[in-house]
């Protein structure tokens, strides 16, 4: 699948509103404000076009292998099963052969390489000299990476070995993706310990983004027959009513993610009082960013209360 194949396919937006929040979730948790603002600059290691180019320079040609590959590339080169696990919420068959692919295509420093220096030359073409700007947020973002956990977080634990990138901006894009992999890892977690399997966790999540049933969930490779298994334990459960969330569903989607917000709070401690500051600026290189179509729409971004 080629880049801008890809980027049609992800770059799609939801066809309504996400769900409004419960009101007791309608107040942002500082967590949950970070990761709305670093949520576009992090993308930027996904959706950068240099990257691209820089991917099929190293023979990864196909990008959603190249994707696979960059993002599982923190763990080394691990059996399939295992990079297929840490990414969660594909489907083994789809995400399997991706892997493999890549890894028999590309060197895992080249794969590293750019993945860590080209977004930050996108990120100059696209917003300009705003390298002092980005080194004083990445500061601030590196003090939260040193505080955070590591316990249970693998693909975030791995990218902390990794070099940082001696370019300003190259290096913003990098602590954001650090941090958007760390709180990925601590929503699988919860998920996990909540009892919900891969397909369920899509499930919910194509709801709580504004997706209709069915429009998000098949994307990560899973057949109707699972996705029907799936919907049936969500009903058993009480979290679905026909094909959109219950009430008991909308509020219980909503506490995963206070969940999710609680297991960043070392983070959000260790940024301290320049929280306010770095999230106002990231907001709006990430609102910038998806002007201007750099980086896709953020279905998940919370809602105004």
């Excluded at 094909?243 to 008991?248: A, E, I, K, P």
Aim: hydrophobic letters at 45%.
């Amino acid at each position: 699948m080629d880049y801008t194949t890809m980027r049609g396919l992800f770059f799609a937006p939801p066809d309504r509103p996400r769900p409004a929040d419960p009101p007791a979730r309608r107040d942002p948790s500082p967590a949950r404000t970070l990761r709305d603002a670093i949520e576009a600059v992090a993308c930027l290691s996904i959706w950068s076009p240099e990257a691209a180019e820089g991917y099929a320079a190293v023979g990864l040609d196909d990008y959603f292998a190249a994707y696979v590959r960059e993002r599982t590339a923190p763990l080394g080169t691990p059996p399939t099963a295992v990079a297929v696990g840490a990414l969660g919420v594909f489907a083994p068959g789809l995400i399997g052969p991706q892997y493999e692919a890549g890894v028999a295509a590309a060197s895992l420093a080249d794969v590293v390489r750019v993945r860590i220096d080209a977004p930050g030359a996108t990120l100059r073409r696209l917003l300009g000299d705003v390298d002092a700007e980005a080194a004083t947020v990445t500061r601030a973002l590196r003090r939260g990476i040193d505080a955070a956990d590591r316990t249970a977080r693998p693909l975030f634990t791995g990218l902390t070995a990794e070099p940082w990138p001696s370019d300003p901006l190259a290096a913003l894009v990098h602590a954001c993706h650090v941090l958007r992999e760390h709180r990925g890892d601590s929503h699988l977690a919860v998920c996990a310990v909540d009892g919900l399997d891969p397909v369920q966790m899509n499930v919910l999540t194509e709801l709580w983004c504004g997706y209709p049933l069915g429009a998000y969930t098949p994307s990560r490779g899973w057949s109707p027959e699972q996705i029907e298994a799936a919907l049936a334990g969500l009903r058993a459960r009480g979290l679905l009513d026909g094909d959109t969330f219950s009430d008991d569903g909308l509020r219980h989607r909503a506490d995963l993610e206070g969940r999710t917000d609680a297991m960043q709070h070392a983070v959000v401690d260790a940024i301290g009082d320049d929280l306010r500051a770095v999230t106002k600026q990231l907001g709006e290189w990430s609102d910038a960013l998806v002007d201007l179509d750099a980086a896709p729409p953020d279905p998940a971004k919370r809602l105004a209360g």
